[in-house]
C-alpha cells in the first residue's frame, strides 16, 4: 500500500512539474509581449484614430541586442510622433495616434514572413517596419509587397533590397553601396599620407555580408585598389583562427568587415591573440555598432573604424539629435546608436508620409512615400526623398572611429568630431 | 601553403577541439547512464558562462578564480534540472525524455533572455588575457590554451573518477545494466542524480573556461551544443574516450578545413560525421 501510494505522489508531483514546465514559456511568452508593445491612448473620434503600425526585429536569438537597439529607435520615434516628447523641429502628428505593434522575427526570415501576414491580415497594419538583418527584410518585405502594404526600412543596407522592383518597399538609410562610396572617399581623402592598394574583405555568408562584399568589390576597381582576398565565415563561429591567418597572409593595407556582435568580438579577440594588427578595421558597421561592443571589447575596440550613418557625437551638431539621444539614454539606460538612429528615421518618416496622406490606407501612404520630402532630421544627411527603387537619395554614409572608448566621426570633414588614427596601434598587449 | 600556417591551424583545432570534447563529455555520460539525449546540454555551457560572467562583473572574480563556483552552481541547476524534469519521464517513452530535454533548452533560453537580456557580454581583461606563447611562428593565446589544459584535465578527472573510485564504479555499473546494480545494493536513482552533478559541474568547467576569450548570450550554448552532440554520435554515444578523441578530431577538421575555404570549416566537421556515422553507424567507438 505504502509504495503504491508513494508512486502515485510521485506521478502527482510529475503532472505538477509538467504542468509548470508546459506554463512557463507561455508566461514568457505574455510577459515578452507585454514589454514589447505598448498600449497606445487612441483619441476615438479623432480623424484618423489608432493607427496601426507593424514592426519587426530580431529580439530575441545572438542578434537580439541589435534588434532590440533597433526597435528602441522606433519606439522613440512613436513617442515623437504621439505627442510625447517634443523634439524642435521635428512635429507630432496633429491627428491620429500611432499603436506600435511588435513581432519578434528570431533572425528568421521565415518566421518573419509569418509575422508579416498575422500583422497584415489579422491586425489590419497599415504599414510595416524593420527588419535589421537584411536577409530577413528581403523575404518578409516580399510578401508585404505582394500583399501591397508599405514597408519603410532603416537599418539594413543590403544594395539587393532595393533591387528587387519592390513597389511598396522604401529605405530611409543608406546601403552599403553608398557606405562603400564613403569608405573609399574617406580613403582617397587620405592617400597621401596613408596609400591603400591592397585590401581584404571577410564577411559573413548571408545576403549582408555577401552583397557588401560584391558592393565593395564592385567599387574598388573604380577606385584602383586591388582586393586581395575574400574570406567568408559561417554565423557565430566558435574559432575564426583560419579567417584571420588568411587575412594576415594577403597583408592588405586595410580590411573590410562585415559581422555581427558575437564575430566580431571573436575576431578581434583572435587578431590580438595571434600578434596580427591589420593597418586599419573598416567595418560596415552591425557588430563594431552594436551597443555592447566597446563594453565588451574595452581598449581592444579602439581605433577600429566603422561606416556608420550616424554617431552620438553627432549629437554637437544637431540640437534635434541632441534631444532625441539624450532622452534614449535616460529610457533605455544605453546610449543611442547609428542602428537605433536610422529606425528613428525611417519611423519618422513613415509618420510623416501619414499626416502627408491623410490616411490610414496602405496605397495612400505608399503614394506619400513616394513623393516625400524631408530636410529636416536627426541624420548627418540633408534629408529624405526617395527615388523610384525606394532608395533615400539625400541618404549618406560618415565614417567613425573608435577612440577612447567613444565613437568618433572622421568623415566626411563637415562631420569631423575628430581626426584619425592611422596606422592601428599593435592589438596585441593593450 | 606555408608550413607555419598548417601547424597554427592544428594548433588551433586542438585547442578548440578541447572544448568540444569536454562539453560532450557531460552529454554522452548521461546518455551512457540513462539513454537519455539532453539536448538543454548547451545551455547548461551558457550558464556556466554566465555564472563566469556575474561573478567577474559582480564579485571581480577572474574566470579562472571563479571556475570552482562556477562549477558548483551548474552542477547544482543540472542536479535540479534532473530532480524537477528529467526523473519523472524517466520510466516513460524515449519520445517524452526528448520533448523535455527540448522544453527545456527553449524554456532556458527564453529565461535567460529574460532574466540576463540578449546583449552579448564578456569578460573584458582576463588575468591570462596578454599571455602569449610563440614557438617558431605558431602562436598559442593564453586564454586559449588555459581553456583547452582545464578542459583535457576536468575530461581526465572525470575519467579517472569513473574508472578508480568506489562512486565511478557504481555509476559504470548502472550504465551497464541498472536492474542488476540495482539489485548489488545501488540505488540506480541516486547515481543518475550524481551523474547530473557530475555532467552539470563539468560542463560548467568548460563554459567558465570560455569566458577567457568568448562572448556570452542566451543562444551561445547551441552552437557549442550542436558540435557535442556530433561528437557524442561519431564517438559512439556512451563513449567518454570517443567524445575525446572526436571533440580533438573536429576542432583539428574545422580549422584545417578553413584554411583551404574558411566558410566550409563548420561544414566540413558535419561531413566527417557522415563519413564515419555510413561507415561504422554505431559510431567511433559505440558498442551498441
Known amino acids: 500500500m505504502g509504495i503504491r501510494f508513494g508512486e502515485e505522489g510521485k506521478v502527482m508531483l510529475a503532472t505538477c512539474t509538467m504542468k509548470r514546465v508546459l506554463l512557463l514559456p507561455v508566461l514568457i511568452v505574455l510577459v515578452a509581449c507585454g514589454g514589447g508593445s505598448p498600449v497606445g ?95 530577413v527584410t528581403l523575404v518578409a518585405a516580399q510578401r508585404a509587397d505582394r500583399l501591397g502594404i508599405p514597408w519603410v526600412n532603416g537599418a539594413s543596407s543590403s544594395p539587393a533590397l532595393t533591387r528587387q522592383g519592390f513597389k511598396y518597399f522604401f529605405r530611409t538609410g543608406p546601403s552599403d553601396l553608398t557606405f562603400a562610396k564613403s569608405f573609399y572617399d574617406f580613403l582617397k581623402s587620405i592617400s597621401k599620407q596613408h596609400p591603400v592598394k591592397r585590401v581584404v574583405v571577410i564577411h559573413e555568408n548571408d545576403a549582408f555580408g555577401n552583397d557588401g562584399a560584391a558592393a565593395v568589390t564592385q567599387l574598388s576597381s573604380q577606385y584602383g585598389v586591388e582586393v586581395a582576398d575574400n574570406i567568408v565565415y559561417q554565423l557565430n563561429s566558435t574559432d575564426l583562427t583560419s579567417q584571420v591567418q588568411k587575412i594576415r597572409a594577403a597583408n592588405p593595407d586595410a580590411v573590410f568587415t562585415f559581422a555581427y556582435i558575437n564575430d566580431a568580438v571573436l575576431m578581434s579577440k583572435t587578431m590580438a591573440q595571434l600578434g596580427y594588427t591589420p593597418p586599419a578595421i573598416l567595418a560596415f558597421g552591425s557588430g563594431w555598432s552594436d551597443p555592447t561592443f566597446i563594453p565588451t571589447m574595452g581598449k581592444l575596440a579602439d581605433a577600429a573604424m566603422t561606416r556608420a550613418a550616424w554617431s552620438i557625437s553627432y549629437t554637437e551638431k544637431n540640437q534635434a539629435a541632441k534631444v532625441v539621444a539624450d532622452y534614449f539614454v535616460r529610457k533605455y539606460g544605453l546610449p543611442m546608436t547609428e542602428n537605433s538612429a536610422r529606425s528613428f528615421t525611417a519611423m519618422m518618416t513613415l509618420g510623416q508620409a501619414i499626416a502627408n496622406a491623410r490616411s490610414t490606407d496602405p496605397e495612400k501612404i505608399r503614394e506619400a512615400l513616394a513623393a516625400i520630402k524631408i530636410t529636416r532630421t536627426i541624420m548627418p544627411w540633408p534629408g529624405v526623398k526617395f527615388d523610384s527603387s525606394g532608395q533615400n537619395v539625400e541618404a549618406q554614409g560618415v565614417i567613425a572611429q573608435i577612440q577612447n572608448g567613444k565613437y568618433e566621426v572622421v568623415y566626411p570633414a563637415s562631420a569631423a568630431t575628430a581626426s584619425v588614427i592611422w596606422p592601428m596601434p599593435s592589438l596585441t598587449g593593450r | 601553403m606555408p608550413l607555419q600556417d598548417i601547424a597554427q591551424a592544428l594548433i588551433s583545432g586542438l585547442l578548440i577541439g578541447a572544448v568540444y570534447a569536454l562539453v560532450a563529455v557531460g552529454l554522452t555520460l548521461i546518455f551512457g547512464v540513462m539513454d537519455v539525449v539532453n539536448f538543454a546540454h548547451g545551455n547548461l555551457l551558457m550558464a556556466g558562462m554566465y555564472a563566469a560572467f556575474f561573478a567577474w562583473l559582480g564579485l571581480h572574480l577572474d574566470p579562472l578564480a571563479s571556475l570552482p563556483l562556477v562549477a558548483i552552481a551548474v552542477a547544482l541547476l543540472a542536479g535540479v534540472a534532473y530532480q524537477l524534469c528529467i526523473r519523472p519521464v524517466l520510466k516513460g517513452p524515449p519520445l517524452a525524455q526528448i520533448i523535455v530535454t527540448f522544453g527545456l533548452l527553449v524554456l532556458t533560453t527564453g529565461l535567460a533572455q529574460v532574466l540576463f537580456t540578449a546583449n552579448t557580454r564578456g569578460v573584458t581583461n582576463p588575468l591570462v588575457g596578454p599571455v602569449r606563447l610563440s614557438v617558431a611562428q605558431v602562436v598559442i593565446g593564453g586564454p586559449q590554451l588555459v581553456t583547452a589544459a582545464g578542459a583535457l584535465l576536468c575530461t581526465a578527472a572525470v575519467y579517472a573518477f569513473l574508472r578508480y573510485t568506489e562512486v565511478g564504479a557504481a555509476i559504470l555499473a548502472v550504465a551497464e545494466d541498472p536492474d542488476a546494480a540495482r539489485l548489488m545494493g545501488i540505488d540506480p536513482d541516486r547515481v543518475n542524480l550524481l551523474t547530473w552533478l557530475i555532467a552539470g559541474a563539468s560542463v560548467g568547467v568548460a563554459g567558465g573556461l570560455l569566458m577567457n576569450f568568448y562572448t556570452v548570450n542566451p543562444t551561445a550554448g547551441t552552437d557549442f551544443g550542436l558540435v557535442a552532440f556530433v561528437a557524442v554520435a561519431m564517438a559512439g554515444f556512451g563513449s567518454i574516450g570517443g567524445a575525446v578523441v572526436a571533440g580533438l578530431a573536429m576542432g583539428c577538421v574545422q580549422t584545417l578545413t578553413g584554411l583551404v575555404g574558411p566558410q566550409y570549416g563548420f561544414a566540413a566537421i558535419f561531413v566527417l560525421y557522415l563519413v564515419v556515422v555510413l561507415v561504422r553507424p554505431r559510431g567511433l567507438y559505440g558498442t551498441r
Open chain 1, 41 to 135: 491612448g487612441s483619441t476615438p473620434g479623432a480623424g484618423l484614430g489608432t493607427i496601426k503600425i507593424g514592426a519587426l526585429e530580431p529580439l530575441s536569438g545572438s542578434t537580439a541586442s541589435s534588434g532590440q537597439d533597433t526597435l528602441h529607435g522606433i519606439e522613440v520615434a512613436t513617442e515623437v510622433l504621439n505627442g510625447k516628447l517634443s523634439v524642435p523641429g521635428l512635429p507630432g502628428l496633429s491627428d491620429g495616434k500611432i499603436q506600435l505593434l511588435t513581432e519578434d522575427t528570431q533572425g528568421n526570415p521565415q518566421t518573419a514572413t509569418a509575422a508579416v501576414d498575422r500583422l497584415v491580415q489579422t491586425e489590419k497594419v497599415a504599414a510595416l517596419i524593420g527588419a535589421f538583418q537584411s536577409s
